[in-house]
């Protein structure tokens, strides 16, 4: 196989004269970290992030300073792989340790509805809003992170505030089905969100419910959450790497997700 070392010079090159812009779209991971809740009758609730120090220099324990990390897979800023969902369960490479790496990689598409959100904490993407979107954008790529910008970022890691409890219900934007269905349609790689869960706070309501969670990883397809600065990328024209940890039939992984920018 011919390597194109051209290529490779060019992006290393690109990278350390500033033409490109690495934008981190993630939001610091620790005690303070708002987890979310699990509905009654679906699992045991998880854990709040924790560090247990097993040996730190600073307090004359030796030479090194590491700690023994309790964090959730669907904490922080994570990833959802398709074995996360029980429509996703049939698929040979659904886990962190068996997706093909090559995945990681792909464009993104931001729609921003902060005004949208901002009026309304309760808004609903539609498929009508994606259409709209490429009027202005053109088509969605095919392979590439469909990411809604909605300013709920701002919220964190303020926890009622990221969660957002309202009457014992759970008060933030999200997809409907029609939307994952377009999404779907122009075989986006995954959904992205800055809130807690890919899902609509009331995503109960939908048929089917969860459709975010439901057909995205039915179609084999990924999710993130918590993420951080989409406002830093453009509606078109980005990169980011998604890489989970490889955790052995991992539903899905804390990460540090990386947006790769062109500076004009």
């Avoid at 904490?75 to 996703?88: E, I, L, S, Y």
């Avoid at 949208?116 to 808004?123: C, L, S, Y």
């Amino acid at each position: 196989m011919e390597h194109n070392a051209g290529l490779l010079e060019q992006l290393a090159s690109s990278l350390a004269n500033g033409k490109i812009n690495i934008v981190d779209l993630t939001h610091p991971l620790g005690p303070q970290t708002p987890v979310i809740k699990v509905p009654e009758g679906h699992g045991k609730q998880p854990p709040a992030v924790q560090l247990e120090p097993i040996a730190d220099y600073r307090d004359n324990s030796g030479y090194a300073r590491w700690s023994t990390l309790t964090v959730a897979e669907h904490a922080g800023t994570h990833f959802d792989a398709p074995g996360h969902w029980f429509t996703g369960e049939k698929f040979k490479d659904g886990t962190t340790d068996t997706i093909d790496a090559r995945r990681f990689v792909a464009p993104a598409s931001v729609i921003d509805c902060t005004q949208a959100v901002e009026n309304d904490p309760g808004f609903i993407l539609d498929a009508q809003d994606l259409r709209d979107w490429e009027k202005t954008h053109g088509r969605i790529q095919k392979g590439s992170w469909l990411l809604f910008r909605s300013g709920w970022s701002k919220r964190f890691p303020n926890a009622s505030a990221f969660l957002n409890e309202v009457d014992g219900e759970y008060l933030s934007p999200g997809p409907n089905p029609d939307a994952m269905r377009f999404m779907l349609e122009r075989d986006v790689c995954g959904y992205g969100t800055e809130t807690i869960g890919t899902d609509h706070g009331k995503a109960g309501m939908f048929d089917p419910v969860f459709p975010a969670h439901n057909l995205m990883h039915g179609a084999n397809k990924f999710g993130m959450s918590s993420l951080n600065n989409l406002d830093q990328l453009p509606p078109t024209g980005s990169i980011i790497v998604t890489a989970p940890l490889k955790i052995v039939e991992g539903s899905g992984s804390p990460l540090r997700v990386l947006g790769f920018v062109s500076v004009k």
